[in-house]
């Protein structure tokens, strides 16, 4: 075997190895990468023969084994099946900084797997998934444009750490992930504390410092291995020079004409395609057998062209908006009267309904990944339909780009929610998107904040969010910086950057490069951009809504949170839950109960007040159980009928015995004439039993006394009942001796 290996030091006695040749060697290339005691295995396997696409067939996939933290899988077979919603970002992170760095005419089916194959409880799989994918591809033969590296810098007091470890992180108040080359940023994607535009660049800086290290060390790991500058040859496209340049002679000028006419997303659809319909026709049956699909390809990079320098040359864009313009807006709250809150946020041909959802401790979601187990009480879900860009395809389920862009809208809102004490609900959004031209995980993120002021949920600030743009030409050093970009734009760019946040500063952000060199002035030209953007739509937001309402919903959920002891929460839920399932049952509640470091944690709720106070009741008798007290009036039911009275409960688990005598004025022959099992009565406690403690009850004494009632005298006055019997004298003095006789020898 022929074993390297190159270390990379991360400082404070931490570092990161690499290590090719021991395993999976019959793979295109493969590493093992470790930090601590956390180890990925990274492949990449391309076919020789490209596939008739004109794209890259990149395949991404990271999966995290169970057994690489000392676990079992859940569910019934108990074996690692369909990735997490964690996994599918993490594919999502390594896929979107390693697609722009492969060649523009390489066609081959291109698979990159990464696996956690073991995990230390301190050191983020994540921050080094991006590196070891690189890694695999950089001691392989397949042609890239890299390296590349992957990192997370995190601001933990005060100051920028790259990597840091999950103990870090928990108190940082930015958390980014950001891939680059030795010479640009290719990829960045975070959340943060209100933080200033500055302070984001600042970290970004940082990150491409550990980056440009990184890469460093794959390079010299493949010229250890004989990789370095030694990739396979390829030959995926064969192209007309001839018909290139007529088309572009011909094609250019029309769609730099059609694209200043300022038109909705289908009219621009269809001019474009009379245009390109229109050349087709010039072409005869054997030319478009032999060159339609080269003729194609060259109308649209003539279309991408002519568009790209209309922009430059004359600031303008498809729609007719100069490049700081915003497109119109308008909104809508309590849409949905059914639901807890709603809002409609349009911006253009792009609209997002989302609803409001507030719900219990028990509609938490249980986080159960390899390495996580928590539970999660803020949920964000996005649906992205077909007919939203007017297409038809059937459904297969979530796709992973709506897990990305639910997750990115989930960071945005997740800072300004306000604390657990001040909000005990599980909060869920779904955004559904109803058309889509350009940014709907921004329009999400707006409507989301709409949302959750109409469902009165006390947000510490509105949040709003714009996607921006990037148009270059490097040849002539010409560049365009573009708000809330259409989904054109997106297509025909040179950058996706999504940026969110609060008056006072930045929430999250997503940014997709696709061309290298983007400086680190036209970065902060961006955001200063961002941010007036941002300020203008959460403006126009707040005309609608000004601040969360005064109170939730009528019809939404009312919680009430109740600390207990520890000791009491086994008396409180019953054998079997047979307890709380009876009180909820009665008073018609939801009721949830945890312990926390040794109390018992209460939750009730319901939307009518009085069932929450009758359950609040019930569990306050028992677990801050009341003394009877003697001469207080109670009002109980009636458990048991005996011949001689009725068990009743004073307080829950509290029996006292309502004797017979004690029923009425009057003599009450029978029981059951006066009283049923399971019937409310009202009395008053007289006594206990000084013997046995038992509680003695009466009902009589609550009752008006009958006119003319003469009680009987009690026992102590009737007299010496031996008074007339006379001297009975020794009763025993003519008895005699008794008679022998057999013993009892029992």
Same mark, same amino acid.
């Given at each position: ?713 009690? =026992? &102590? !006055? /009737? +007299? #010496? $009942? *031996? @008074? %007339? =019997? &006379? !001297? /009975? +004298? #020794? $009763? *025993? @003095? %003519? =008895? &005699?001796? /008794? ?6 020898? &029992?």
């Amino acid at each position: 075997m022929n074993i390297q290996n190159q270390t990379i030091d991360l400082g404070n006695g931490r570092e990161i190895t690499i290590e090719t040749g021991k395993l999976a060697k019959q793979a295109h290339g493969s590493v093992v990468v470790r930090s601590g005691d956390t180890m990925l295995l990274a492949t990449i396997v391309s076919s020789y023969e490209p596939m008739d696409v004109d794209f890259l067939p990149l395949t991404v996939d990271y999966r995290e084994k169970y057994a690489a933290a000392g676990r079992f899988p859940g569910g019934f077979f108990k074996r690692e099946a369909r990735p997490s919603d964690t996994e599918v970002l993490v594919m999502r992170l390594v896929d979107r900084a390693l697609r722009p760095l492969f060649p523009g005419d390489y066609h081959a089916g291109t698979q990159v797997m990464i696996q956690l194959m073991s995990a230390d409880k301190e050191v983020l799989p994540d921050s080094l998934a991006g590196f070891a994918a690189s890694a695999a591809i950089a001691v392989s033969d397949v042609p890239f444009d890299g390296p590349m590296s992957e990192v997370r810098v995190a601001r933990v007091n005060g100051e920028f750490v790259i990597n840091p470890l999950r103990s870090e992180l928990e108190i940082a108040d930015m958390d980014i992930m950001v891939a680059g080359t030795m010479d640009s940023i290719v990829m960045v994607e975070g959340e943060m504390q209100e933080v200033s535009e500055g302070e984001m660049v600042d970290a970004i800086e940082k990150a491409h410092e550990a980056i440009k290290a990184q890469c460093e060390a794959q390079n010299e790991l493949a010229k250890k291995v004989g990789a370095f500058g030694n990739k396979r040859e390829y030959n995926h496209e064969t192209h007309d020079e001839e018909l290139r340049g007529r088309i572009q002679d011909e094609m250019y000028p029309k769609f730099y004409e059609a694209g200043k006419t300022g038109a909705t997303k289908e009219e621009r659809k269809s001019r474009f395609s009379e245009l390109k319909e229109a050349f087709m026709a010039t072409m005869s049956d054997e030319d478009k057998a032999e060159k339609g699909g080269l003729a194609s390809d060259y109308i649209k990079s003539a279309q991408k062209k002519a568009v790209r320098d209309l922009i430059l040359n004359e600031g303008l864009r498809l729609d007719g908006r100069k490049t700081t313009e915003i497109r119109p807006i308008w909104t809508e709250v309590d849409y949905l009267p059914g639901c807890h809150g709603s809002s409609i946020f349009t911006r253009g041909e792009t609209q997002s309904l989302t609803t409001l959802t507030l719900g219990t401790k028990l509609d938490e979601q249980l986080i159960d990944g390899a390495l996580v187990r928590k539970n999660e009480k803020f949920l964000l879900h996005y649906n992205f339909p077909p007919f939203s860009t007017g297409e038809e395809r059937p459904l297969r389920g979530t796709s992973r780009r709506e897990v990305g862009h639910g997750n990115l809208a989930l960071r945005a809102l997740k800072p300004v929610l306000p604390p657990t004490d001040e909000c005990p609900y599980t909060i869920r959004l779904v955004s559904e998107i109803l058309e889509s031209n350009g940014s709907s995980s921004m329009a999400t993120v707006c409507a989301g904040t709409l949302a959750l002021m109409d469902g009165g949920v006390n947000i510490k600030a509105p949040v709003s969010g714009i996607a921006m743009g990037l148009i270059t030409d490097l040849d002539s050093g010409k560049y365009a910086i573009l708000s809330d970009i259409l989904g054109d734009e997106d297509h025909l760019g040179d950058m996706d950057f999504k940026v969110t946040g609060t008056a006072d500063g930045i929430t999250a952000c997503q940014m997709d490069i696709k061309i290298k060199g983007l400086s680190f002035d036209q970065l902060r030209e961006a955001l200063e951009q961002a941010r007036e953007g941002r300020h203008h739509i959460r403006k126009a937001m707040l005309t609608e809504i000004s601040e969360p309402r005064d109170d939730y919903k009528d019809h939404a959920p009312r919680i009430v949170s109740l600390e207990v002891p520890g000791d009491s929460i086994g008396a409180i839920i019953g054998p079997g839950g047979k307890i709380i399932q009876e009180i909820q049952a009665e008073t018609e509640t939801t009721i949830s109960i945890e312990d926390v470091d040794g109390k018992g944690m209460v939750e009730i709720a319901a939307s009518d007040k009085a069932a929450i106070d009758a359950a609040l009741t019930r569990i306050k008798q028992i677990a801050f159980p009341p003394t009877v007290e003697v001469g207080e009036e109670y009002e109980g039911k009636v458990k048991t009928i005996m011949p001689y009275g009725a068990f009743v409960e004073v307080l829950p688990g509290i029996d006292g015995l309502l004797h017979v005598s004690e029923l009425d004025w009057k003599r009450v022959e029978n029981v059951e004439d006066v009283l049923k099992e399971g019937e409310l009565v009202k009395f008053k406690v007289v006594g206990r039993d000084p013997k046995t403690g038992k509680i003695k009850l009466s009902r009589k004494v609550l009752l008006p006394k009958p006119e003319g009632y003469v009680e009987r005298p009690p =026992r &102590g !006055d /009737r +007299g #010496d $009942r *031996r @008074r %007339d =019997r &006379g !001297d /009975r +004298g #020794d $009763r *025993r @003095r %003519d =008895r &005699g001796p /008794r008679p022998e006789g057999p013993k009892n020898e &029992g």
